[in-house]
């Protein structure tokens, strides 16, 4: 399976801390996607990453990228209540017989206590 | 506005039943996807389809069907061959992917499918 793994499975902080989220994959990629989903709600795109980037931020969003490793993190910072929903990364595949698809993971929980 | 838009928001299936999940965009994707969310699980692609006309089955295609007459729309039959279909089920659209890799898919806020 291509699929991503998020860990941990759930995170819980403090408002004003820092949220770190981890992925990993198992096949060479094109880019690394994250994503963010509110309970019974769908998922809204955060940021993408291709395999030639190792960083990229977005507000108080920090994305890393270890091709080598097949990993990637998703770093919040100063994190909100709002920021409370489950993230998710979705990587596609770099052969013709997986393209115009994404892999999700099972998801990270993260809980932002006021 | 653009956006994807799923009916309806809750459906409940009778035992032997087919039941269709309606999914519209108007973004102007070429690419749509159907994917089911099973309670803390991530999306299991059911099918997608990067053209009108064509689409292709994904991880549990099994019991699903699809069509994609029109490029706005990709509706969705739960059929009764689908023995477990209670769950979330999420719709989404994309541009179509390039040599970079596939784009970043726009979600609906999905149908929550119940059985009787």
């Known amino acids: 399976s291509q699929q991503g793994e998020e860990d941990p499975q759930a995170l819980s902080i403090q408002e004003g801390e820092n949220a770190t989220m981890n992925c990993s994959y198992k096949?060479?990629?094109?880019?690394l996607q994250w994503y963010r989903q509110n309970s019974g709600r769908g998922l809204v795109h955060l940021i993408l990453?291709?395999?030639?980037?190792r960083e990229k931020h977005s507000g108080r969003l920090r994305v890393t990228l270890d091709t080598s490793k097949k990993s990637s993190s998703l770093l919040i910072t100063a994190s909100r209540a709002a920021d409370t929903a489950s993230y998710f990364c979705a990587t596609d595949g770099d052969r013709g017989s997986t393209l115009g698809r994404l892999y999700f993971g099972r998801g990270t929980q993260l809980t932002v206590w006021p | 506005d653009g956006g994807i838009t799923q009916s309806p928001k809750y459906l409940f299936r009778k035992e032997g039943q087919n039941v269709t999940l309606s999914c519209e965009q108007n973004?102007?994707?070429?690419?749509m996807y159907w994917y089911r969310q099973d309670p803390g699980q991530g999306l299991r692609l059911i099918y997608y389809s990067q053209i009108v006309n064509d689409f292709q089955k994904g991880d549990i295609a099994e019991g699903y069907s699809v069509s994609r007459e029109k490029k706005e729309s990709f509706p969705l039959t739960v059929t009764s061959a689908q023995k477990n279909p209670t769950a979330f089920y999420l719709c989404a659209s994309s541009i179509r992917y390039d040599r970079v890799g596939n784009q970043p898919q726009h979600f609906g806020d999905g149908t929550r499918l119940s059985i009787l």
């Open positions: 096949t060479s990629i094109n880019n």
């Open positions: 990453i291709r395999s030639n980037e």
């Open positions: 973004l102007n994707h070429d690419a």
